[in-house]
Each structure stands twice: as structure tokens, then as C-alpha cells.
């Protein structure tokens, strides 16, 4: 199981941050990648990020500059942090575990959290 | 990045019909590392099919995908009132990870 948790509203040009504890799996575990997903109201999909036990990162290039994303395996949790965030950074964000698949090391996303909404609003 | 065309963008169908719907990649995904979810309103996506045409855990056999390279297809044959939803495809064969915009599949 997974659970995101943070603020629900953030301020123009401030940094939103999310958490997402795990519980009945481990952060530690070397077969997994931990990532983040976006969903604007109304729209599709889109993968912000992912991160290893170890603390490789991957990120999507389209958000690179502004995101951080960290594992803390003491706390069995990983976290999303997004900077100087606009109106269009608005959206339900998930965490989900990813899985390897083949020769990829990062494939596809089971199971997701339920996702959290965050509203960028003064 | 792989961009990913799904069609319809809503199908309208009865329960007990069969759904067909179509993701299209702008190049080829490789060794077809393509996935389905499902999205119910206010729910997560859920996985369905990994590797373009294996179900995952728990998925009824109603579930199939199917396709290689450009073109693949998800199938839903005789629909059940809870398989009314969005469906999205992704590709993870290269990065970034890539999601179509969906398939609304809706009550006729």
C-alpha cells in the first residue's frame, strides 16, 4: 500500500512537497524503482519522476529543473519535491511502485496510491 | 519521447458487447514494454496488462492485449457494468515514460 500525504494548496513560485509512506513492502528493496505521477483535472497522465533505494534518480526532461525527488528507507517513505510551481502544476499527484520488466529497470506502475490533489492558488 | 495516439477518443457500447481500443506510438516500443490501466472516476489507475498482452494479477480473462512495433490494441469482450472507465495505454520502453490521453469507455 501506498499513501501520498502533504499540503493540498500551494502558493505561486513556492515549492510543493509530497511524501508517500509505504506500508506492507519496503523502500529498501533493490527491485523496485518508487515514482511520481501527475494527473490535471480533466486530463491524462503524466510521469514526473522516479527514484531507487539507493537514491538514483530519473526524471521526466520536461520537469527536470524543478524537481527533487528523495528516498528515506529508515522511514519506509519517498518524497516529491517541485519548485516555483504555476496554476498549471495543479493536478491529483500519485506515487506508485514501479517494477522492472525484461531489460528495463524501470517499466510499469502497480500498485498506486490513491493520489492526493494539490491546487496551486494564492 | 514516444508519443502515444489512443482511439477512440470515447467508444459507447451496451454491457455484454466488446470493446476495442487502440494505442498508437510514434516509433516503434521496444520489445513491446507496453502496459494498460484502468481509471475509475476519483480512483487510481489500476494495471491490467504489462508487456503489451500479459494480465496482471488478478485481471479477468476478458482483459487481452495484443500488438507489437506502432500498434497495439487492448480488448474487452463482453463488457461488465464496473469495466465502464478510462483506459490509459504507457510505454516504458524508452525514457521518459510515455501515457496516451485515454479511451473513455462509456454506457451506451
Known amino acids: 500500500q501506498l499513501q501520498e500525504s502533504g499540503p493540498g494548496l500551494v502558493k505561486p513560485s513556492e515549492t510543493l512537497s509530497l511524501t508517500c509512506t509505504v506500508s506492507?513492502?519496503?523502500?529498501?528493496?533493490?527491485?523496485?524503482?518508487w515514482g511520481w505521477i501527475r494527473q490535471p483535472p480533466g486530463k491524462g497522465l503524466e510521469w514526473i519522476g522516479s527514484?531507487?533505494?539507493?537514491?538514483?534518480?530519473y526524471y521526466n526532461p520536461s520537469l527536470k529543473s524543478r524537481v527533487t525527488i528523495s528516498v528515506d528507507t529508515s522511514k519506509n517513505h519517498f518524497s516529491l519535491r517541485l519548485s516555483s510551481v504555476t496554476a498549471a502544476d495543479t493536478a491529483v499527484y500519485y506515487c506508485?511502485?514501479?517494477?522492472?520488466?525484461?531489460?528495463?529497470?524501470?517499466?510499469?506502475?502497480?500498485?498506486w496510491g490513491q493520489g492526493t490533489l494539490v491546487t496551486v492558488s494564492s | 519521447e514516444i508519443v502515444l495516439t489512443q482511439s477512440p477518443g470515447t467508444l459507447s457500447l451496451s454491457p455484454g458487447e466488446s470493446a476495442t481500443l487502440s494505442c498508437r506510438a510514434s516509433?516503434?516500443?521496444?520489445?513491446?514494454?507496453l502496459a494498460w490501466y484502468q481509471q475509475k472516476p476519483g480512483q487510481a489507475p489500476r494495471l491490467l496488462i504489462f508487456?503489451?498482452?500479459s494480465r496482471a494479477t488478478g485481471i479477468p480473462d476478458r482483459f487481452s492485449g495484443s500488438g507489437s512495433g506502432t500498434d497495439f490494441i487492448l480488448t474487452i469482450s463482453r463488457l461488465e457494468p464496473e469495466d465502464f472507465a478510462v483506459y490509459y495505454c504507457?510505454?516504458?520502453?524508452?525514457?521518459?515514460?510515455?501515457f496516451g490521453q485515454g479511451t473513455n469507455v462509456e454506457i451506451k
Open positions: 516509433q516503434s516500443v521496444r520489445s513491446n514494454y
Open positions: 506508485a511502485r514501479q517494477s522492472r520488466a525484461g531489460t528495463m529497470i524501470r517499466a510499469f506502475f502497480d500498485p
Open positions: 506492507g513492502g519496503s523502500t529498501s528493496s533493490n527491485t523496485y524503482y
Open positions: 504507457q510505454q516504458y520502453g524508452s525514457s521518459p515514460e510515455t
Open positions: 527514484v531507487y533505494y539507493s537514491g538514483s534518480t
Open positions: 508487456g503489451a498482452s
